[in-house]
């Protein structure tokens, strides 16, 4: 894991188109999920993200942001399902950029109530999202 990590990278290694959004590698090694802007997450968008993540990981742990459209939600069989370990195989710590009130309801309910398995946090732009996983290099 490098120890520089770049909100500003712009670039990307590799990139992997789902129905959802993109999933693509950053040059500073982190995983970031872009969900298109007016969708609703269902559980088979789930099963593609997990393995877009799993091809771009190469067996390694890596930092994972997602950053939501102004409209991204989240079904209930997403919810119920979003803490299982099998989501997080290849996940050092979850860093959410969300854009709606909405949004942060269901960030601090899935990070409060749900519990997921990794350190998760949301932010509200992806340079504070970058810098708090900053930190936790030196973890």
């Not at 994972?64 to 991204?72: E, L, M, N």
């Not at 989501?87 to 519990?115: E, P």
Request: proline residues 4%.
């Amino acid at each position: 894991m490098s120890n520089k990590l770049s909100s500003k990278a712009n670039a990307v290694n590799s990139e992997i188109l789902i129905s959802c959004g993109n999933v693509c590698l950053r040059p500073d090694d982190i995983i970031c999920i872009e969900l298109n802007e007016d969708y609703t997450l269902e559980l088979h968008d789930l099963a593609d993200i997990n393995s877009a993540i799993a091809q771009l990981a190469s067996g390694r742990k890596h930092f994972v942001i997602t950053v939501g459209g102004k409209y991204t939600a989240f079904s209930q069989d997403v919810l119920k399902n979003s803490n299982n370990p099998s989501n997080f195989t290849y996940t050092i710590a979850d860093a959410f950029v969300i854009k709606s009130t909405h949004q942060r309801l269901l960030a601090n309910f899935y990070i409060r109530i749900i519990k997921p398995p990794v350190p998760t946090r949301y932010f509200e732009n992806l340079d504070m999202a970058v810098a708090w996983l900053q930190t936790r290099v030196k973890h």
